[in-house]
């Protein structure tokens, strides 16, 4: 029996591991007092397998404030911090980077009194203790933005957004702070066209050189138009110089990201229209760090089509890859997820696309690769029977699609969207929205290959859970939990996946536990299919543990 068992396992898992999908090691969510719509922006995860997410919830004044959450690698929440500004009204977060000691910054804005919006960056330690905040309000005392931070290895913090003007106009503004929060230096940028100009990302090379992008008015034939810019600054913010695209229709051309090679080259990823094409095209384009001007690609389905990006990222041997939607066809409304793959040269090699089960809207949001140079994309894909669902799908170097991980929650017709997304040592983590029966919650989730024996404290979390009999042929198991674990009283909710890493069960429950009871609780199986499952608890939203069970 017992080699019977090892036999039926053993092929399980390599089951598994032979279609190359990890599970839901974890999901985690967070709604905000009172139950109204909660979004999570920004993720990054730290070497241990900490996770750290921010955005905006909202808080009991009816608010929104900038929460940013902490959660160990078995999916604790570790801490919870919630900012709200002075003026007591919406705050927003818009990303979240760390340093290489852990500390946390958090950038985007905050309603203050007296100063409406503020540009608004946010240290915490790596014990989510506030270490300082930073504002600055433009010269309109008007609605002023964060939209992208970067920290050097000094705990210099750079930031890029914009300000309105005295002309109720925006400029890009660019921020150099110290490490205590100390502002170092600041910049702003007006276009030719005196009109709306807005930062949208920001980088710093290896030479603490800081380079910002984003869209500025020109003048066409004296009506304001919108170019790509890129501007670098020297780390003391001294002006380097500027690059502008004007496409060759002089039509609207936005940048959304930038990000920089191994040899200090800039890129940048944007949109624009094209008259030929008769619609919108991905819009690559490369610079020295001089400022040369290297190469441009656009990328394009067909006639009469829109592209999209939203994301870019270069690999270890500075090839370029590019996220984002395409329309499907120039007869179809519908969007896929776009992905597209140039050389350091500009040499195309490949584009992919995602086509979800429904046939119908697809948007890829984010973009991250792991150290095998695969390339992961999140974003919202509509199901079937389903509105959108969190859809991950990894590509191999040569774009080869490997898998897709679609997460919906047990509610089927709201919508799950995932917004950022971060690999490290295998595992994927993915942080966007997901509806609970009325509105959206923060969603957090965390996909393993192993999905199991997490390494909490140095312990493993698998062993604080004891399921019987395993494997089972009746109709419940029965979970032992650690004695000095009290769940009297306490909310519990667990998940079950699959082995092909999909959740087919969420329950929440209140546990009562009669007096001298011992911490056991029973789960029904009876509808569950032979084969191996993965079971995941939580008490008062907190992570308890995780353990395989096979049924028989």
Known sequence: MITRLFFAISFLLMTIYATAQPAIAWERRYNGTPDLSDEAVSIAVDAAGNSYVTGSAFAPNGTLDIVTIKYSPGGQQMWLESYNGTGNGNDQGAELVLDNAGNVYVTGYSNNLNSFNDVTTIKYNN???????SFHNGSSNNYDQGNALQVDANGNVYVVGYETTSNYTYDFVTIKY????????????????NFNDEGKDIGIDANGNVYVTGYSDT???????????????????AFQWRKVYDGPGHSYEWSKKLTIDRNNNILVV??????????????ILKWSPSGNFQW????????????????????????????GQGITSSSSATNDYLTVKYNSSGTFQWASRYNGPANNDDRGTALALDDSLNIFVTGFSKGTGTLY??????????????YALRYNNANANKDDMGNAIAVRNGDIYVTGKSANLSNDDYITLRYSYSAVGIAENGFEIENLLYIYPNPSKGENISVLFPENLSLKDANCSINITNAQGQIIRTENYKITLPPDTKNTISIP???????????????????????????E
């Open 525 to 551: 199986i009876s509808d569950l299919k032979s084969g191996l499952y993965l079971l995941n608890i939580s008490a008062n939203e907190l992570f308890v543990g995780s353990s395989k069970f096979v049924i």
């Open 270 to 283: 944007g949109y624009g229209w094209t008259a030929s094409a008769n619609g919108n095209d991905y819009i």
């Open 389 to 402: 669902d969190c859809a991950t799908v990894k590509y191999d170097p040569s774009g080869n699609q490997i």
């Open 178 to 193: 110290n490490s205590l929060g100390i502002q170092q230096w600041l910049q702003t940028y007006n276009g030719p066209g």
């Open 219 to 237: 003048l066409v034939n004296t009506q304001p138009n919108e170019d790509i810019v890129l501007l670098k600054y020297n780390n003391s913010g």
């Open 127 to 133: 014990s989510g203790v506030l270490q300082w905040v």
């Open 296 to 323: 441009i690609r656009s990328y394009n389905y067909g006639t009469n089509t829109f592209e999209n990006p939203a994301d870019i990222i270069t690999d270890s041997l500075n090839n370029v890859i590019v996220t």
